[in-house]
């Protein structure tokens, strides 16, 4: 896989966010209650995914091989180049609209748009890419981890430009 540049999530790492944001047993031991009131996630910085990108642990930890549920808050005209994933990703958009095409290439015109309520999975390893446009998009994807994000092309990793 030569080229392919290998970033964990660091955000959530380095914020220390690798717990879940509530407070509740989700490690899957005590089938605790877990409770998502949009007004109280904590959001924090996804420098891995692009500039503005937010993101909350909801459950799990994205570093180890076990259920997650995250959200991504994307802002307005954000490129996520081509791109894959170690896990499988189950997508849903919650709000506003998300461009997205599995494809090894970057060409936005063969984007899909999915809107609030639509959804996709995405198998481990298939190339892709996403973008918003004139709107913020929030997505909450689950799988089961280790989670993180290799970007095919190295300029397109936003964690090295600067």
């Known amino acids: ?14 914020s220390g966010m690798a717990a879940p944001v509530f407070a509740a047993d989700v490690s899957g031991k005590g089938g605790g209650f877990v409770s998502v009131k949009a007004a109280e996630i ?4 996804a420098p891995s995914v692009g500039p503005g990108a937010k ?3 909801l ?3 994205l570093k180890a091989p076990a259920p997650f549920t995250m959200r991504l808050k994307l802002p307005p005209n954000l490129k996520i180049g081509v791109h894959t994933h170690p896990a499988v990703e189950r997508v849903t958009v919650l709000s506003g609209t998300f461009y997205f095409s599995a494809s090894d290439k970057y060409e936005p015109a063969k984007a899909a748009a999915y809107r609030s309520g639509d959804g996709f999975i995405v198998p481990v390893g298939m190339p ?3 973008f918003t446009r004139k709107e913020e998009s929030i997505l909450q994807i689950h799988g089961v981890g280790p989670w993180g994000i290799h970007y ?6 936003p ?3 600067k």
């Open 1 to 14: 896989m030569k080229g392919i540049n290998r970033v964990v999530i660091v955000a959530v790492l380095a």
């Open 42 to 45: 904590k959001w924090a910085d």
């Open 55 to 57: 993101i909350a642990v």
């Open 59 to 61: 459950e799990g930890d």
């Open 128 to 130: 892709m890419f996403g």
């Open 152 to 157: 095919h092309d190295p300029a397109d990793n």
């Open 159 to 161: 964690m090295k430009k």
